[in-house]
């Protein structure tokens, strides 16, 4: 068996093997990234969550050539809305809500296009995606039978948003004894304060939640393996 990976991170670094770890992109979908979607249905600012799609995509590539499981999230629910619960709709008292008509079909139902990843992060044949109707991408879903069943221990997290869909998943996994590391810069938030703040919470406390590093950091350790 090879040796672990090294990867420089905060708080110390994170060791990994490809071959016994997974990539999770989170949500990366139209619904949050594009105008007409819900992200901007809300009134944000969704150019602020682009900036991940690059640093993504450049350990996407990586983890690829390395051999790493890839997996995919989507948010979002049945046609019926039968998996949406009462207070997910009601919350915030939105003018135009989960399963409302919108520009790129009904918001976060899935096979609708706004439900589906943006083309740059289009998943590969194979590649596993899950649609989850919560936050959490454990929560309801089949993910951690699929880490499981693959031996996989550590895993490496990016999408959007940080402080809600990543940091979800992220304590999910702590709790379920996976080690995590987000990527500082393939993460993003509508509030770039509360970006900042969850990355902090991460890797406090001696890592507490698990580990932060950038992507040009993880990409080049993993191009290395894959050499």
């Not at 409302?100 to 083309?119: F, K, N, S």
Request: glycine share 12%.
């Amino acid at each position: 068996m090879s040796a672990p990976l090294q990867i420089p991170a905060a708080p110390y670094e994170f060791t990994l093997r490809p071959a016994e770890a997974a990539l999770i992109i989170i949500d990366m979908q139209r619904d949050f990234l594009e105008q007409g979607g819900f992200g901007a249905a809300l009134g944000n600012d969704v150019g602020q969550l682009r900036s991940a799609i690059g640093p993504i995509a450049r350990v996407l590539a990586a983890a690829r050539a390395a051999g790493m499981l890839v997996i995919h999230t989507r948010e979002g629910h049945r046609p019926d809305l039968s998996d949406l619960s009462h207070a997910k709709r009601r919350r915030g008292n939105f003018a135009m809500g989960i399963g409302d008509a919108g520009p790129m079909g009904r918001i976060l139902v899935r096979g609708e296009a706004g439900h589906g990843i943006i083309d740059e992060l289009a998943p590969a044949p194979r590649e596993p995606v899950i649609d989850k109707p919560g936050k959490g991408a454990f929560f309801a879903t089949d993910l951690e039978a699929i880490l499981r069943g693959r031996g996989i221990g550590k895993l490496i997290l990016c999408g959007v948003t940080t402080e809600v869909c990543v940091h979800t998943t992220l304590r999910e996994a702590n709790d379920r004894g996976f080690d995590c590391l987000v990527l500082s810069d393939g993460t993003a938030s509508y509030f770039p304060e509360f970006h900042q703040s969850a990355l902090a919470m991460v890797s406090a406390q001696g890592g507490i939640f698990g580990w932060v590093a950038g992507s040009d950091i993880v990409a080049n350790i993993l191009n290395g393996a894959a050499s």
